[in-house]
């Protein structure tokens, strides 16, 4: 996304500067930033907690809270990959929406999101619906 991202910028500056104007370019700007900042998230927490369980449940040893917060990751993540497409597919709003109103909209969907998520994540935690193991010798319901 930064390497097409910065590619538009460039022809903006070079050849259509008014394309530099418009709100929305910084919004996704914005948000791939936050796109950005969530990938690191999820290189120096997330990837070794999983390679460090793996032939484990995923969260095992880890706190509730924890857990929430990779879930919130993942929710964060979604969310700003699909709302640039979504702004990208809406000519509509250019030069016409305020990238402070679109960055508002977008923390208003994260915060469904991430809410959604989270609750979601404990909702199915409490539930924990427990499979047979498939371990040679172990006891089947059969």
């Given at each position: 996304?930064?390497?097409s ?17 418009n ?25 070794p907690l999983?390679k ?5 449940a ?10 929430g ?9 979604a ?24 960055l ?10 991430i ?22 010798g172990?006891?089947?319901?059969a």
């Amino acid at each position: 996304m930064w390497l097409s991202g910065i590619g538009f910028l460039l022809n903006y500056y070079f050849y259509n500067p008014v394309g530099l104007a418009n709100p929305k370019v910084w919004a996704k700007v914005s948000i791939v930033a936050v796109l950005t900042l969530n990938g690191v998230f999820v290189h120096k927490a997330i990837l070794p907690l999983i390679k460090r369980n793996v032939g484990r449940a995923l969260f095992d040893g880890v706190s509730p809270a924890m857990e929430g917060v990779f879930l919130a990751s993942g929710a964060v993540s979604a969310t700003s990959w699909y709302v640039p497409l979504v702004l990208g597919a809406l000519p509509e709003i250019n030069y016409v929406v305020s990238a402070q109103t679109i960055l508002a909209i977008y923390a208003g969907i994260l915060s469904v999101a991430i809410a959604c998520t989270v609750v979601g994540g404990r909702i199915f935690t409490k539930a924990e619906v427990r499979e047979p193991s498939l371990q040679p010798g172990a006891p089947t319901l059969a």
